[in-house]
């Protein structure tokens, strides 16, 4: 499988976030963690529940099913029966990561006077406060993986631990070089995997802070059936590339 690509890599390492994830709601925020769900519920994780995007909890997988719905769930459900009690998975993006897991969706400089106005905290505090909670980053740099977050949208383990929260679970950040997450000492980043064709010293190189790479893997290519699944059922028109370019 020589010509298994970079965005194909980033779907299999985005389907291995929901690996023991069981009958909980996903919610795969962009096309390509959107892939790795549906990839994950195909192969591994046939449980998984899956929305349409607005009310509906399909019993089939978007992209290789017809649609076929087995439960209504509108927002306000997911809020009051799902989010805070563990029961959710959500894979978001970030602006700005810190080594201690926070996340910035907000602003970028002063809260008072940013530079760039961007979403707002939107779900990041009530995410990461209430369930596992994954970061999809398809641009690995420096300005993303920064020392410190400009203001915390996502809640990082050192503000969890202080505001003791129960199902505060920050699990891992894939981007197009590698996977991270943050079980190095005190709950710090750590470089879990990179990307095949990836080198160590490229990511440190792209992230401002220091990574623990003592445990550092090679990321897993697709199996021939996850690749299949990719390329001829979930994505034929080969979207992803558009994502994660080689």
């Not at 449980?47 to 099913?65: K, R, V």
């Amino acid at each position: 499988m020589s010509d298994v690509t970079r965005a194909e890599i980033a779907v299999t390492a985005c389907a291995e976030l929901f690996r023991g994830d069981g009958e909980i709601l996903v919610s795969p925020m962009g096309f390509v963690p959107a892939l790795g769900a549906r990839l994950a519920r195909l192969t591994f994780e046939p449980d998984l529940l899956l929305s349409d995007g607005e009310a509906s909890l399909l019993a089939s997988t978007p992209g290789a099913e017809p649609p076929l719905v087995e439960g209504w769930q509108p927002f306000r459900k997911v809020l009051d029966t799902v989010v805070p009690h563990g029961k959710r998975h959500v894979v978001m993006g970030a602006n700005q990561i810190d080594r201690h897991g926070n996340q910035n969706i907000s602003a970028i400089g002063d809260h008072a006077r940013p530079r760039k106005q961007l979403l707002g905290v939107r779900g990041g505090p009530g995410n990461t406060a209430n369930h596992r909670t994954s970061y999809w980053v398809p641009k690995h740099g420096t300005r993303v993986f920064v020392e410190e977050v400009d203001i915390v949208s996502g809640v990082g383990y050192a503000r969890a631990r202080e505001a003791g929260l129960r199902y505060h679970d920050v699990h891992r950040v894939v981007t197009n070089l590698g996977v991270l997450d943050f079980g190095g000492a005190d709950h710090a980043a750590r470089l879990l995997s990179v990307h095949p064709g990836v080198t160590v010293d490229e990511i440190l190189a792209a992230t401002s802070f220091p990574l623990e790479t003592g445990a550092t893997t090679e990321t897993r290519l697709p199996t021939d059936d996850e690749l299949r699944l990719i390329r001829t059922v979930l994505d034929p028109k080969s979207l992803r590339d558009k994502e994660v370019r080689a």
